[in-house]
């Protein structure tokens, strides 16, 4: 799992915005605003974690089960990848046990 090269995430007046650049500026149709959660996980990304790297971070973060931990970096993951902003194999984390 890895995020596309043309993306950036930044702090932009109190809210984490992921910004396209290069050759995705000018057809990227608007911005993505992500939560604090969204913006540990994307600097996650960007050291190489995996799926359940994110898992973890999230369990030693945030007071939730590991159930809604998972269920939220799943969404995190498909708008990533609905966006073009992601890029896995595609049996990477979808043939896991945990995605459904």
Do not use: C
């Amino acid at each position: 799992m890895k995020l596309e090269k043309d993306f950036i995430l930044r702090e932009m007046a109190g809210e984490y915005v992921i910004i396209p650049t290069g050759k995705r500026a000018p057809i990227q149709e608007g911005l993505l605003t992500v939560n604090e959660s969204g913006a540990r996980l994307w600097k996650k990304l960007e050291q190489g974690a995996g799926f359940d790297e994110l898992v973890e971070t999230v369990l030693e973060r945030y007071d939730v089960s590991e159930d809604a931990a998972v269920k939220e970096i799943q969404e995190f993951v498909e708008i990533l990848l609905q966006n073009g902003i992601l890029i896995m194999e595609e049996d990477e984390y979808r043939n896991r046990d945990y995605y459904r």
